[in-house]
């Protein structure tokens, strides 16, 4: 079976920058094992396989070299990258994801695509694990949780940078992953994100953690525009607006490379 692949880097416009998905169309859905191991010989952070249903409306799932993935954001950003560019009169798209429902995409000017995620604002935890505290080289100043990680929140920016993780404690915390953040002072918040129960050591740029991480900076800063950056070693960028509902994030994407897959 022949299978056509993208390759895209999302949250940048500059190759080699941003994080990585691969993006595979599918006219039917494969079987999950050969769908996880597509993503395991791939081994990017995610493979995003869609499907068109009706009109402009695909359904979406997300695996990493793992496990398949409840909710990403650049690999939905990739994705859409893709499908606009392979239609340009198309302007909106509706993706469906079963952990998350409906999630609309549009086509933006600058070539930003637009995003409209659900608000998934962390909330505040009785007691912090032992595996956290153990797990991170610098101890945080508060730690809360959403549906997806863990959030340890510090004071300073550099402790962002500076931060170890140790992937053997964090990995205890499965299924939750782990973000630090800390305000910024070039952006509104920085933030990085480890995620070895699902995925690997840390992602580069992780778009579905934001829609917890801009809620809860938007509460402290006092404003529902933020500007984000993902302090990997490859970086990305995010433009975050916050509602009671909904987390809309802006984002770049450009395409590294394009061909078949033989499975």
Do not use: W
């Given at each position: 079976m022949k299978l056509k692949i993208y390759q895209i880097d999302a949250f940048?416009?500059?190759?080699?920058?941003g994080n990585y998905a691969a993006v595979i169309l599918l006219k039917e859905w494969l079987s999950i094992e050969l769908m996880q191991s597509i993503a395991s010989e791939n081994n990017l952070s995610e493979t995003a396989f869609i499907k068109n249903t009706i009109n402009n409306t695909y359904e979406i799932r997300w695996f990493s070299p793992l496990t398949e993935i409840?909710?990403?954001?650049?690999?939905?950003?990739?994705?859409?990258?893709?499908?606009?560019e392979e239609n340009n009169m198309l302007r909106e798209i509706e993706f469906i994801a079963k952990a998350v429902g409906s999630l609309k995409v549009t086509q933006e000017k600058?070539?930003?695509?637009?995003?409209?995620?659900?608000?998934?604002?962390p909330k505040e935890i009785s007691s912090v694990p032992n595996e956290l505290l153990k797990g991170l080289s610098i101890a945080p100043?508060?730690?809360?949780?959403?549906?997806?990680?863990?959030?340890?929140?510090?004071?300073?920016?550099?402790?962002?940078?500076?931060?170890?993780?140790?992937?053997?404690?964090?990995?205890?915390?499965?299924p939750y992953d782990v973000v630090v953040t800390a305000k910024g002072s070039q952006y509104d918040f920085i933030s990085r994100y480890f995620w070895p129960a699902?995925?690997?050591?840390?992602?580069p740029v992780t778009g579905s953690i934001h829609t917890g991480l801009a809620p809860y900076w938007a509460e402290k800063l006092n404003k529902n525009n933020l500007k984000a950056f993902q302090a990997s070693k490859r970086g990305g960028l995010l433009q975050c607006t916050v509602s009671p509902e909904n987390v809309v994030i802006l984002g770049k994407a450009v395409k590294y490379l394009e061909g078949y897959i033989e499975v």
């Open positions: 940048t416009d500059k190759v080699f920058t409840d909710f990403c954001g650049h690999a939905t950003l990739a994705s859409a990258f893709v499908i606009f600058d070539n930003y695509i637009k995003m409209v995620f659900p608000n998934r604002k100043t508060e730690v809360l949780l959403s549906q997806q990680a863990y959030f340890a929140i510090y004071e300073n920016e550099e402790d962002i940078y500076k931060v170890e993780p140790n992937l053997e404690e964090l990995k205890k915390l499965a699902n995925g690997g050591k840390e992602d």
